[in-house]
């Protein structure tokens, strides 16, 4: 039996590779737990390949654990297709993602076909193994952070105001109480505006009325 080298590299980590020989009679399915198998990833998430060209564009897809989408458009299943059926180019291509709700993209290209398969070995097999690969997760971004008490932290709403922002603000107590110093600066407004009142502008219009003769403009 045939046996399919392919070379396998995260499409955002360049330095990190596989290289994977499968049976020819073997499934994308097969191929698709030989990936996690040399990522040490949870292999049971949907994912899909993509027949691709060399500009890695997505085609016909096979997929795993479809949604029902995928069921309604009739997409072939992996452990029913087997890598021969799609391979047509010495340099066939794949795109591959895997876990449609936090992804790893994936390119998958045929090296080379090995016409004889080595004695004892168990295929899949990953014979290169270059770079250690991301956590599964490691990608998520904004994962809601736990409180304290357990309850979900609203970040979002959290990150509209930032510290010095608050600071513009008083707080004000539920008895509707100000405090001393608040008090305080009550006391110096009202301080103000008396001593304002002995020297208002119209005073002052009237006694400059009576220095200049008391002329009429």
């Known amino acids: 039996m045939a046996l399919y080298r392919f070379r396998v590299t995260f499409?955002?980590?360049?330095?990190?590779?596989?290289?994977?020989?499968?049976?020819s009679n073997q499934t994308f399915e097969d191929l698709h737990r030989a990936i996690h198998q040399s990522t040490g990833y949870n292999s049971e998430y949907p994912s899909s390949f993509y027949i691709s060209?060399?500009?890695w564009t997505k085609?016909?897809?096979?997929?795993?654990?479809?949604?029902?989408?995928?069921i309604d458009r009739g997409v072939a299943l992996m452990d029913k297709v087997k890598l021969l059926s799609y391979i047509d180019d010495p340099h066939q291509k794949f795109y591959?993602?895997?876990?449609?709700d936090r992804p790893f993209d994936f390119h998958v290209e045929l090296m080379k076909i090995i016409l004889d398969?080595?004695?004892g070995v168990v295929y899949p097999a990953v014979i290169k193994s270059v770079g250690e690969a991301p956590k599964q997760f490691g990608n998520v971004i904004n994962t809601p952070i736990?409180?304290?008490?357990?309850?979900?932290?609203?970040?979002?709403?959290e990150m509209g105001m930032n510290e010095e922002d608050t600071?513009?603000?008083?707080?004000?107590?539920?008895?509707?109480?100000?405090?001393?110093?608040?008090?305080?600066?009550?006391?110096?407004?009202?301080d103000d505006?008396?001593?304002?009142?002995e020297f208002s502008d119209d005073e002052g219009f009237e006694d400059e009325g009576k220095l200049s003769g008391g002329d009429d403009y």
Request: proline content about 3%; charged content about 45%.
């Open 96 to 100: 591959y993602t895997f876990n449609f």
């Open 59 to 70: 085609g016909e897809e096979i997929t795993y654990l479809p949604n029902q989408k995928r």
């Open 167 to 190: 600071e513009d603000f008083s707080e004000v107590s539920d008895t509707g109480e100000v405090d001393d110093d608040e008090k305080k600066m009550v006391d110096e407004e009202e």
């Open 11 to 23: 499409e955002d980590y360049d330095d990190v590779m596989r290289e994977i020989d499968v049976k």
């Open 117 to 119: 398969e080595a004695p």
């Open 146 to 157: 736990a409180s304290a008490d357990g309850d979900d932290f609203d970040f979002l709403n």
């Open 193 to 197: 505006d008396e001593f304002g009142n």
């Open 53 to 55: 060209n060399d500009q």
